[in-house]
């Protein structure tokens, strides 16, 4: 039970230390290969450039991918060294979500940082909004200002769907290692708490039998998910949160949820979501 192969998606334009810590831990914690991977293309200016002129500018902007590609590549290779089982570096001039997406099917879990306060730039990085509804692995989202792998607490946001099941099952060699794990269910309406009682207690009760302790929590209110949420992690000093990746239909593309975009952009914690 454990992560054999990691795959940590870098940007080209966004600081990467805290990514690259967590995936170290988490490399030396699981004994894992890592994949290093980042794509970008260029974009370039709105304005019209036509003949050589566009040509070179065109040049001048992959050569400049190329350069800070070789710089990544020595950065996640330096910040592996001793940590990680075996290291691999896969890199392209591609659109970094549908490339990272494409070659995740070499890792059992993703790695990706928040995107809380940022403003993405879909040529130059994989948001992790994108990530989780593409790759068909679970994906660990790591805020920028976290700076350690804590593991001394873990919240698994219990949800009755497909997309909870499916995270606590993909969160089990994560969870394996965590000290203290919680299991909340938050009620949608008044009346419904005893019904969310018993399925929590059975979601403790088959972590119990994976060699996981656990305990659940159910609030006597109902309704503001986010806010209880955010309150259980508070004050049980979660330093990862598990949930599934909710989302829905709109015009034949995915949008997330409200619960799990508040996941995705919250950064205190790291996050681990499926779907």
Not at 130 to 141: A, E, N, S
Request: charged share 25%; aromatic share 6%; net charge neutral.
């Amino acid at each position: 039970m454990t992560y054999a192969t990691a795959m940590v998606s870098l940007a080209v334009d966004q600081p990467n230390e805290a990514l690259l810590e967590v995936t170290g831990q988490l490399a030396a914690q699981c004994s894992s290969k890592v994949i290093g991977i980042a794509a970008a293309m260029f974009s370039p200016p709105m304005y019209f450039l036509e003949g050589a002129a566009s040509q070179e500018l065109l040049d001048q902007g992959e050569a400049a991918i190329a350069k800070r590609m070789a710089e990544l590549e020595s950065r996640f290779r330096a910040a592996m060294h001793g940590r990680a089982k075996d290291v691999e570096w896969r890199h392209a001039m591609d659109l970094p979500a549908r490339y990272v997406a494409r070659e995740a099917r070499a890792a059992d879990l993703v790695i990706d940082a928040g995107d809380a306060d940022k403003v993405l730039d879909p040529f130059s990085m994989a948001g992790p909004s994108d990530l989780v509804l593409q790759t068909g692995r679970p994906l660990l989202v790591v805020p920028p200002s976290v700076k350690w792998l804590d593991l001394r607490s873990a919240l698994v946001a219990w949800k009755d769907c497909a997309e909870a099941r499916r995270a606590v099952a993909d969160a089990l060699p994560l969870l394996a290692k965590v000290k203290e794990v919680t299991v909340a269910g938050i009620a949608e309406d008044d009346g419904s708490q005893e019904a969310v009682r018993r399925q929590t207690a059975d979601v403790v009760g088959w972590l119990s039998r994976h060699g996981i302790a656990a305990r659940s929590q159910v609030p006597e209110r109902s309704g503001n998910a986010i806010a209880q949420l955010d309150r259980i992690a508070a004050d049980t000093g979660a330093g990862v949160v598990v949930a599934g990746a909710y989302g829905r239909s709109r015009f034949r593309e995915w949008v997330l949820g409200g619960v799990t975009q508040h996941l995705v952009g919250q950064s205190s914690r790291c996050v681990l979501l499926s779907r």
